[in-house]
């Protein structure tokens, strides 16, 4: 499961791929919630062997009928009872072998109770007659008022626990079963689902197509998938097994460029495990208002349709990492599963990092390297500015909630370290074994680490304890000396990082510190480290021209590190390690000297270089603020690279009232750019430049360019927020109105609680609205809501986000409502302190008044009164 959309405020999500700043040190904010509880596994009485799936969709009551055909074996004797998941849906009736059984159906859970005791080991098999309207697991699209050019669909998505408001199951990752869905839908729609398509059959007096698919390679309810609708189909050839696209009407080429590499994907992905793909095909489907990103269903992965990329968006995004994803969930979760909620990271960092591994594969190891700088960004931004928890937690209240950055990319990240520990070809074997091993099952992190140590013969309870089962990561603080007469490099390694129950106060790794010295000749000092500080010394022919500091960024951690400067630009402009020279770079801007500058301006001049270092030269320059830093980003609009030109125009908004930069904007969103993502990233950069021509062109551009999935729309709310000027209030409220496109939507959200605060705003009227948009239709506008009300300190939201956290149907919603009501409760309660110390200090005031004035009347006596 891929969480982001690629909506318009999806387009900020992507703003740290170049680099971000490091998280601050310190002991971070506990991830539960007050009153949450630990989850363990859920038992099972019976294995469910096959779930057949008798169903009629009826699109005008969006509702759905059918039957569910359970087949299982006992696992112990004596089982009386069989309980099973079943939300939002009406039992009609449960029968064994034609005769009816006794059932019970109460807070979601269903319990059949059978005429006598089952044996272990023999075979039963329950049918359940079921129709509902389901909030949740199955969503029906079709036009409305609002959006009358909407098609008729609908989807399922059983991810986490969802599929039972769809069908009565077993809905825990612990239980496989091969499953049949026998679908009957309108005759002019198409239905998709898992497996096989073994019929297709129409009744024309009803007016209905029923499509019969089965599964046979047995997988968790969550993965069973149901889409109905009218779709464009087109093959991919080259994967070695029958792949389908489906696309909207309309969008085939579109799908085709989201879609093209997963040929490639699949040959890589088949090697790199050693397990060919396993399933008899493998489809994609893109559908409208999707909840996420994509979903893994077996053989059946759901897209969002903001995915679809039409010619332009081509020039500078892909789809290829979604797609990646996707398909490696195929083999990591799919064949082989969590085995509870808790080790999801084998699902999601898995499939992050193949995401990842892809990208080594198809485009280069700088990519692959700066794949690894954003996924330490996107983790360091939660871990520093949100919550701290182990990858592997208990504690949560729906089991969403543990699907944040430290699942996904934290999780990608610890595989990124492991690879480098044990070496690509150990690392490749033991993938292999783990896979190989647990085909077709459910794994623990415990599974993974056996098949390493098998591998390798190594002891890895100490890196699974420290990256996987606690928290955090080392923040180091080095420097570096030489001594000529000696040939001395010393480099002193401090860890610094702030501890607590769950962060170790001393991570224990290897670490390698590598020396040039001309030419290509390096010399790499490999160390452990084991204390809280280590000074390393290497003997060196002559004092080196740079050092770079964990080539490869092998370990995850942050580094305050500032070698000399000569060795920084020297660093910048000859080291072949992306990591290293971003880190010079980013040395540079800090330091802001004028020869720092140049060499960072000649690097982002350079139009043979690796776009990712240029970018994050465009970065550092941002950072460094000086004219001269100015005008070598003016100059870089003129890159024939669009994400260059991307760093550009962002790293340009850090120049707050400088008419040069304001002007060099202003150009870039009035003319245009043949990127959309530059010219979003123009107009969010013209409005942090205040300039006083800034709100027209914004509000101008805002009405009159539309662009894919409205980015550039976003992009002037972007700015118009950052101007805090009150008459972008207008445009924000326009973009919230329910006929714009969800991203938009969200994205108005949050520029209206930025300029809730500017001089003149009616802040009052733009709480209120707020507070209505919590309890939105769509979940990101309610997510978006809730965090600008929470930034606001809205008191008046704490009854919206109180329901909203008890009650909404989405758990990411109900999370980022309780944490929002939770901010607003203490920022009030800071508030009342404050308050109460005001009081106190003023009466203090007061007796030190009066005693003053007794002093005064004693020292003045009694003949002056």
């Given at each position: 499961?891929?969480?982001?959309?690629?909506?318009?405020?999806?387009?900020?999500?992507?703003?740290?791929?170049?680099?971000?700043?490091?998280?601050?040190?310190?002991v971070?904010?506990?991830?539960?919630?007050p009153?949450?509880?630990?989850?363990w596994?859920?038992?099972?009485?019976v294995?469910?062997?096959?779930?057949?799936?008798?169903v009629?969709?009826?699109?005008?009551?969006?509702?759905?009928?059918?039957?569910a055909?359970?087949?299982?074996?006992?696992?112990?004797?004596?089982?009386e009872?069989?309980?099973?998941?079943?939300?939002d849906?009406?039992?009609r009736r449960v029968?064994?072998?034609?005769?009816?059984?006794?059932?019970?159906?109460?807070?979601?859970?269903?319990?059949?109770?059978?005429?006598?005791?089952?044996?272990a080991?023999?075979?039963?098999?329950?049918?359940?007659?079921?129709?509902?309207?389901?909030?949740r697991?199955?969503?029906f699209?079709?036009?409305?008022?609002?959006?009358?050019?909407?098609?008729?669909?609908a989807?399922?998505?059983?991810?986490?626990q969802?599929?039972?408001?769809?069908?009565p199951?077993f809905d825990y990752?612990?239980?496989?079963?091969?499953?049949?869905?026998?679908?009957?839908?309108?005759?002019?729609?198409?239905?998709?689902?898992?497996?096989r398509?073994?019929?297709?059959?129409?009744?024309?007096?009803?007016?209905?197509?029923?499509?019969?698919?089965?599964?046979e390679?047995?997988?968790?309810?969550?993965?069973?998938?149901?889409?109905?609708g009218?779709?464009?189909?087109?093959?991919?050839?080259?994967?070695?097994v029958?792949?389908?696209?489906?696309?909207p009407?309309?969008?085939?080429?579109?799908?085709?460029?989201?879609?093209?590499?997963?040929?490639?994907?699949m040959?890589?992905?088949?090697?790199?495990?050693?397990?060919?793909?396993p399933?008899?095909?493998?489809?994609?489907?893109?559908?409208?208002?999707?909840i996420?990103g994509?979903?893994?269903?077996?053989?059946?992965?759901t897209?969002?349709?903001?995915?679809?990329?039409?010619?332009?968006?081509?020039?500078?995004?892909t789809?290829d990492?979604?797609?990646?994803?996707?398909?490696?969930?195929?083999?990591?979760?799919?064949?082989?599963?969590?085995r509870?909620?808790?080790?999801?990271?084998?699902?999601?960092?898995?499939?992050?990092y193949?995401?990842?591994?892809?990208?080594?594969?198809?485009?280069?190891?700088?990519?692959?390297?700066?794949q690894?700088l954003?996924?330490?960004?996107?983790?360091?931004?939660?871990?520093?500015?949100?919550?701290?928890?182990?990858?592997?937690c208990?504690?949560?209240?729906?089991?969403?909630?543990?699907?944040?950055?430290?699942?996904y990319?934290?999780?990608?990240?610890?595989?990124?370290m492991?690879?480098?520990?044990?070496?690509?070809?150990?690392?490749g074997?033991?993938?292999?074994?783990?896979?190989?091993?647990?085909?077709g099952?459910?794994?623990?992190?415990v599974?993974?680490?056996?098949?390493?140590?098998?591998?390798?013969?190594?002891?890895l309870?100490?890196?699974?304890?420290?990256?996987?089962?606690?928290?955090?990561?080392?923040?180091?603080?080095?420097?570096?000396?030489?001594?000529?007469?000696k040939?001395?490099?010393t480099?002193?390694?401090?860890?610094?990082?702030?501890t607590?129950d769950?962060?170790?106060?001393?991570?224990r790794?290897?670490l390698?510190?590598?020396?040039?010295?001309?030419?290509?000749?390096?010399?790499?000092l490999?160390?452990?480290?084991?204390?809280?500080?280590?000074?390393?010394?290497?003997?060196?022919?002559?004092?080196?021209?740079w050092?770079?500091?964990?080539?490869?960024?092998?370990?995850?951690?942050?580094?305050?590190?500032?070698?000399?400067?000569?060795?920084?630009?020297?660093?910048?402009?000859?080291?072949?390690?992306?990591?290293?020279?971003?880190h010079?770079?980013?040395?540079?801007?800090?330091?802001?000297?004028?020869?720092?500058?140049?060499?960072?301006?000649?690097?982002?001049?350079?139009?043979?270089?690796?776009?990712?270092v240029?970018?994050?030269?465009?970065?550092?320059?941002?950072?460094a603020?000086t004219?001269?830093?100015?005008?070598h980003?003016?100059?870089?609009?003129?890159?024939?690279?669009?994400?260059?030109r991307?760093?550009?125009?962002r790293?340009?908004g850090?120049w707050?009232?400088?008419?040069?930069?304001g002007?060099?904007l202003?150009?870039?969103?009035?003319?245009?750019?043949?990127s959309?993502?530059?010219?979003?990233?123009?107009a969010?950069a013209l409005?942090?430049?205040?300039?006083?021509?800034?709100?027209?062109?914004l509000?101008?551009?805002?009405?009159?360019?539309?662009?894919?999935?409205?980015?550039?729309?976003?992009?002037?709310?972007?700015?118009?927020?950052?101007?805090?000027?009150?008459?972008?209030?207008e445009?924000?409220?326009?973009?919230?109105?329910?006929?714009?496109?969800?991203?938009?939507?969200?994205?108005?959200?949050?520029?209206?609680?930025?300029?809730?605060d500017?001089?003149?705003?009616?802040?009052?009227?733009?709480?209120?609205?707020?507070?209505?948009l919590?309890?939105?239709?769509?979940?990101?506008?309610?997510?978006?809501?809730?965090v600008?009300v929470?930034?606001?300190?809205?008191?008046?939201?704490?009854?919206?986000?109180?329901?909203?956290?008890?009650?909404?149907?989405?758990?990411?919603?109900?999370?980022?409502?309780?944490?929002?009501?939770?901010?607003?409760?203490?920022?009030?309660?800071?508030?009342?302190?404050?308050?109460?110390?005001?009081?106190?200090?003023?009466?203090?005031?007061?007796?030190?008044?009066?005693?003053?004035?007794?002093?005064?009347?004693?020292?003045?006596?009694?003949?002056t009164?």
């Amino acid at each position: 499961m891929r969480l982001e959309s690629f909506g318009a405020s999806g387009f900020a999500c992507g703003r740290m791929e170049e680099g971000a700043a490091a998280a601050p040190h310190g002991v971070k904010r506990p991830f539960p919630l007050p009153g949450t509880p630990s989850r363990w596994s859920r038992d099972r009485k019976v294995d469910v062997q096959r779930i057949r799936l008798e169903v009629a969709l009826d699109f005008r009551r969006k509702s759905i009928a059918g039957t569910a055909t359970h087949s299982f074996t006992p696992i112990l004797d004596g089982v009386e009872a069989l309980e099973l998941d079943c939300v939002d849906l009406r039992v009609r009736r449960v029968t064994m072998r034609g005769r009816r059984l006794r059932f019970a159906h109460a807070e979601g859970v269903l319990s059949v109770r059978f005429p006598r005791p089952l044996r272990a080991g023999g075979k039963a098999e329950i049918a359940i007659e079921y129709s509902g309207t389901p909030r949740r697991g199955l969503y029906f699209c079709a036009p409305d008022e609002h959006h009358p050019g909407r098609l008729v669909e609908a989807w399922t998505q059983g991810q986490d626990q969802d599929a039972r408001h769809w069908f009565p199951c077993f809905d825990y990752p612990n239980q496989k079963a091969a499953t049949e869905v026998i679908a009957t839908v309108p005759a002019n729609m198409s239905a998709l689902s898992n497996g096989r398509l073994l019929r297709r059959t129409v009744d024309r007096k009803r007016g209905t197509a029923t499509f019969h698919w089965r599964q046979e390679i047995p997988h968790v309810t969550y993965l069973v998938t149901l889409v109905a609708g009218e779709f464009e189909r087109f093959p991919l050839r080259g994967g070695g097994v029958p792949m389908t696209v489906w696309a909207p009407p309309g969008r085939a080429a579109d799908a085709k460029r989201a879609c093209g590499g997963t040929a490639r994907m699949m040959r890589f992905f088949n090697r790199f495990t050693g397990i060919p793909y396993p399933y008899e095909k493998y489809d994609q489907v893109f559908v409208q208002d999707f909840i996420f990103g994509g979903m893994e269903n077996t053989t059946a992965t759901t897209l969002t349709d903001t995915a679809l990329l039409d010619r332009r968006s081509f020039l500078d995004a892909t789809m290829d990492g979604l797609v990646a994803h996707e398909l490696a969930h195929q083999w990591w979760g799919d064949l082989l599963t969590c085995r509870d909620w808790s080790h999801a990271w084998l699902n999601e960092g898995f499939a992050t990092y193949f995401d990842a591994l892809y990208k080594e594969h198809d485009l280069g190891r700088g990519e692959y390297l700066l794949q690894i700088l954003s996924l330490r960004d996107n983790y360091l931004s939660e871990d520093g500015g949100h919550y701290r928890r182990a990858i592997v937690c208990k504690t949560y209240r729906d089991p969403v909630e543990v699907f944040d950055r430290h699942l996904y990319e934290k999780g990608a990240l610890v595989l990124h370290m492991l690879r480098n520990l044990l070496g690509d070809d150990l690392f490749g074997r033991t993938i292999r074994l783990y896979a190989r091993r647990h085909r077709g099952g459910t794994v623990e992190t415990v599974d993974l680490r056996r098949a390493a140590e098998e591998t390798t013969g190594r002891d890895l309870g100490g890196f699974f304890d420290q990256w996987v089962f606690r928290a955090g990561h080392p923040d180091l603080k080095a420097s570096f000396a030489w001594d000529e007469k000696k040939k001395t490099a010393t480099v002193t390694v401090k860890q610094v990082q702030g501890t607590d129950d769950d962060t170790p106060s001393v991570f224990r790794m290897p670490l390698t510190i590598s020396f040039a010295l001309g030419g290509r000749r390096r010399h790499d000092l490999k160390v452990s480290l084991e204390e809280r500080e280590h000074a390393f010394q290497a003997v060196l022919p002559s004092r080196p021209k740079w050092v770079t500091f964990d080539p490869g960024f092998r370990i995850l951690k942050t580094l305050d590190f500032t070698p000399p400067r000569e060795m920084l630009v020297a660093q910048l402009a000859g080291d072949d390690d992306v990591p290293g020279r971003v880190h010079a770079a980013g040395c540079l801007g800090k330091e802001a000297s004028p020869e720092g500058v140049a060499a960072l301006g000649k690097c982002l001049a350079g139009e043979r270089g690796f776009w990712g270092v240029r970018a994050a030269a465009a970065a550092a320059l941002g950072k460094a603020n000086t004219a001269a830093a100015r005008d070598h980003l003016v100059r870089a609009l003129r890159s024939k690279h669009p994400k260059v030109r991307r760093a550009a125009v962002r790293a340009l908004g850090e120049w707050r009232g400088d008419a040069k930069a304001g002007d060099a904007l202003h150009s870039v969103v009035e003319k245009g750019d043949p990127s959309y993502l530059v010219e979003a990233e123009a107009a969010a950069a013209l409005g942090r430049t205040r300039s006083p021509r800034a709100l027209d062109l914004l509000s101008r551009v805002y009405d009159d360019r539309p662009s894919w999935n409205e980015v550039v729309r976003a992009g002037c709310l972007s700015g118009l927020a950052a101007l805090r000027d009150a008459k972008g209030v207008e445009k924000a409220r326009d973009a919230v109105k329910p006929s714009r496109q969800n991203g938009l939507r969200s994205a108005g959200v949050a520029a209206l609680g930025k300029l809730a605060d500017a001089k003149d705003a009616p802040r009052a009227d733009i709480a209120e609205e707020l507070v209505r948009l919590v309890d939105d239709w769509w979940l990101r506008v309610k997510i978006s809501a809730c965090v600008a009300v929470a930034e606001m300190g809205e008191e008046k939201a704490l009854g919206a986000l109180t329901r909203a956290a008890e009650h909404d149907l989405d758990g990411r919603v109900r999370r980022t409502a309780a944490e929002a009501a939770k901010r607003i409760r203490e920022g009030k309660d800071r508030g009342e302190e404050v308050r109460k110390l005001r009081e106190d200090l003023e009466a203090l005031r007061e007796e030190l008044r009066k005693v003053r004035d007794e002093v005064r009347k004693k020292a003045l006596g009694p003949s002056t009164r």
